[in-house]
């Protein structure tokens, strides 16, 4: 056995294994896979073998889209079959809201070159003829539907990336995983010892059990998942006979997927009573054994499925498959290098691995070779979980994940499991005036307040919710007289020392203020993409406070301390320095009420420490509602006395809390982008205007900086912009298609309702050649084209007199 490897992966699953093939595609080739048993002893051997494109995340459909394509690459790679069946597959819709998802996801598709359809009822049972369609109002058609052989596609995997250089050794046994200080890693088995410089933990169902080897909690569960393979059916029969083969059918109403398996069919289900597996940790002499099979959990689905699919009620029973497959808290995978760790990376929770598994390998190998992905991978970034999650939390969320795998996925909606976990001192407060709560990053953060009989509960829609008028109120409110919301969910850290100036120089690439001053910065990719939109405050010379998304934190920590410098301490305080937003034209005079200071003075992008009422703040000139405001910060003991002077001294201004739904819809007004919406590692400054705060005058190599200025003399293709839409009762909310002249020309990055100038507004991205103020697109919304028109004045305070006065 090699005793030396760059990169160790443990774990012979199919992810394990394609992470192995993708890092000797892209140049790697002294690399390792080691796994315990032989390969696909894990979830993989007994997975059903479907794969689809449909997913509710674009960057994820699309890499799943890139997985099922990689197959015929495979097969011509390797001369190894993968058992493909591109049979395609159809997603049922029985009722309006189901149909109106599908019509969005398929808008989607259009931009992203997936050439999905929406299919009638009758051509549903043309498609897919053991359908019973009676209830059934339309599908969507997806002809990359599919499904294959998953040992003989993992084994194909295996010899691509042997064929590259690596090496497998089957039948070791990882037992420690112990880091030199050099931040290298020995990987003890029990053949003997390997020293590795990378080791990605792709261990599926005892990626806990390696992770703790380290000293990490991965957030996954394992579930217990069963499907059922039936004897010869006579209308499969019929269809192979006649040469050809019967599509998926995947019935969201019945949580089940349906396919053809030889002469019969396979039916699995995602049932309500579903039941998590090895709770306390995955046995390791655990392997190609099934679980006991459990029809009393899936009766129902049974019931449901005979109805939906007659054909199966009069087929015998020819194997029954129970496994456990793993789970993140929200379903996707969690991919990349691990927060706080050098040199140890994950790919772990693929619950979908012969629909992900590809790109999955595709990211991480990019990830290590090249030091970024060429998309946006947050949706699967193993940073998008914090150090609060715990197995308490997971387990709850995974369970919730699993029985909601084919229910609607609405864009307002809040999911009920594990919550309220994490709370900030205004909560039983804010949940007295009626708060309507969501969360982020596992912080529970109101979304509107309810007031007299409203429900206490937005119903999850894709047009305007029940939430539409509370939030036209806590706007009103905010232009008209003052509004206070918490800057508890801002990311928020702290840099000091002496040599805090010159790091932010380089790893940020705006201009850094001057003592009492703000400015805004975008923090780029050393390819130039966006991976942070940040504010910075200069509070000494020595002493900065840094602002951002504050679902964020672990990933932008990570790149902190990747890229960190000698003469900088560093600390992530976004739980400890908290206090309120005041935002509207009173919002001077409320604040000027709570303190002895003269605020009179203070300008646009000002920053001063103030007491304010009994507490000792941090007070900004700025609000992202881009009205005058204020953000004011303190610690966290202090937050119930500040809360208590700025809303008593807010009474006679008529002062309303308002929540995020209002946020947004203020932030419209303006063209304000939002993070992971128009700002991301998708888009670039030129293209997204945030190149207008990047000093390009510095006399600094900040990072980014070569690929910045070369898209400034080259000039960006696309460019966002904002458009007023002529909608009905639903509005924009992300990666709607833009049409121009018969072809779409751009997609939505977000949009809404703005209360304030009774508009519908989208943001957006269309050639750099047409983004003209009055040009007329149409925005495909909910399969609706509607008209829109490009507008380059803001909706509100068009010439920044009010935010800046």
């Known amino acids: 056995m090699k005793t030396t490897t760059r990169v160790a992966v443990i774990g012979g699953g199919v992810v394990g294994c394609s992470v192995l093939y993708h890092l000797t595609k892209l140049g790697w080739s002294d690399v390792m896979l080691i796994e315990r048993s032989e390969l696909t002893s894990g979830s993989t051997w007994h997975a ?6 449909l997913n509710g995340d674009t960057n994820m459909a699309a890499l799943q889209g890139y997985t099922i394509k990689l ?24 009722d309006q809201e189901r149909f109106d998802m599908l019509k969005a996801e398929r808008a989607k598709h259009r931009f992203m070159g997936l050439e999905t359809e929406i299919v009638s009822p009758e051509e549903i049972a043309k498609i897919a003829p053991v359908t019973n369609i009676d209830g059934i109002v339309g599908g969507l058609y997806d002809p990359l539907d599919g499904h294959l052989d998953p040992s003989g596609t993992t084994h194909a995997y295996a010899k691509a990336a042997r064929m590259g250089g690596a090496t497998i050794e089957t039948h070791c046994k990882v037992v420690e995983t112990n880091q030199r200080p050099d931040g290298s890693w020995d990987v003890v088995t029990n053949k003997g ?15 806990r059990e390696v992770g703790a080897m380290a000293g990490v909690y991965f957030p996954l569960h394992p579930m217990e998942h069963q ?31 349906l396919r053809q398996e030889g002469r019969g069919l396979c039916i699995g289900f995602y049932e309500q009573p579903c039941k998590p597996w090895a709770v306390d940790g995955t046995p ?12 009393d959990k899936i009766e129902d689905s049974i019931a449901f499925a005979y109805n939906r699919f007659p054909a199966l009620e009069r087929a015998g029973v020819k194997s029954v498959i129970h496994g456990p497959f793993t789970f993140a808290p929200d379903g996707n995978p969690l991919v990349g290098p691990v927060p706080g760790m050098r040199n140890y990376w994950s790919a772990c929770a693929v619950m979908a691995g012969f629909s992900q598994g590809g790109g999955v390998g595709l990211m991480l190998a990019q990830w290590m070779v090249e030091g970024e992905c060429e998309r946006d991978t947050f949706a699967m970034d193993c940073a998008r979980f914090g150090y609060w999650i715990t197995p308490g939390y997971t387990r709850p969320k995974v369970i919730e994940n699993y029985q909601k795998r084919f229910s609607i996925a609405y864009p307002n909606e809040e999911l009920p499991a594990a919550r309220p976990f994490r709370t900030t001192p205004m909560y039983d407060i804010f949940d007295g005036m009626g708060a309507v709560w969501g ?8 979304n509107y307040f309810a007031e007299g009989d409203e429900p206490r509960y937005e119903t999850p829609s894709f047009r305007r919710s029940n939430a539409f008028d509370a939030t036209a109120r806590e706007v009103k409110a905010v232009r008209e007289n003052v509004g206070i919301n918490e800057v508890h969910n801002f990311g928020k850290y702290l840099v000091k020392g002496t040599g805090a100036r010159a790091w932010l120089d380089r790893i940020m690439a705006g201009r850094v203020p001057q003592v009492g001053r703000l400015s805004l910065t975008p923090m780029l990719s050393p390819k130039g993409r966006l991976i942070g939109d940040f504010t910075i405050s200069c509070l000494s010379e020595e002493e900065f406070q840094l602002t951002a998304s504050y679902g964020s934190q672990a990933y932008h920590m990570r790149w902190f301390l990747q890229n960190m410098d000698d003469g900088v301490h560093l600390e992530n305080i976004s739980d400890t320095r908290t206090g309120f937003q005041i935002a509207g034209p009173k919002a001077r005079e409320v604040l000027q009420a709570c303190t002895r200071s003269d605020v009179s003075d203070m300008r646009f992008m000002d920053v001063r420490r103030l007491t304010v009422g009994m507490a000792d703040c941090i007070v900004q000139r700025v609000s992202y509602t881009g009205d005058l405001g204020y953000e004011i910060y303190c610690d966290l003991p202090s ?11 807010g009474q006679e201004h008529s002062m309303k809390p308002f929540g995020m739904r209002a946020m947004m819809s203020l932030r419209l007004d303006k063209f304000f982008g939002s993070w992971l919406s128009e700002f991301s590692p998708d888009y670039t400054a030129a293209e997204t205007g945030l190149d207008r705060f990047i000093s390009f005058r510095k006399d600094v190599d900040f990072i980014g900086r070569t690929a910045a200025e070369a898209e400034r003399d080259a000039g960006p293709s696309r460019k966002l912009c904002a458009f007023e839409v002529d909608a009905d009762d639903a509005d924009v909310t992300a990666y709607e298609p833009i049409w121009l002249d018969g072809a779409v020309v751009g997609f939505c990055t977000s949009g809404g309702y703005s209360h304030h100038a009774q508009k519908s507004v989208a943001l957006g991205f269309v050639p750099v050649e047409r983004a003209q103020e009055g040009l007329e697109v149409e925005i495909e919304i909910l399969g609706s084209r509607r008209r829109a028109r490009l507008i380059t004045s803001p909706l509100f305070d068009a010439d920044g007199a009010r935010m800046r006065g």
């Open 227 to 257: 499907y059922i393979v039936t004897d010869e059916v006579p209308e499969i029969a019929a269809i192979i006979d006649a040469g050809g083969e019967h599509p998926h059918v995947m019935d969201p109403a019945g949580e089940s997927y």
């Open 71 to 94: 197959y015929r690459e495979l097969e011509e790679i390797t001369g190894m079959s993968c058992g493909l069946h591109h049979v395609g597959g159809v997603t049922l819709a029985e």
């Open 48 to 53: 059903a073998g479907g794969f689809h494109t």
């Open 193 to 207: 010892t390997v020293h590795a410089e990378h080791i990605v933990n792709a261990g599926g169902l005892w990626a």
């Open 639 to 649: 937050q119930r006395a500040l809360w208590d002077s700025l809303w008593s001294a």
């Open 284 to 295: 390791w002499d655990f392997g190609h054994e099934l679980l006991p099979d459990d029809f």
């Open 439 to 446: 969360a982020q990053y596992g912080l529970e953060v109101p």
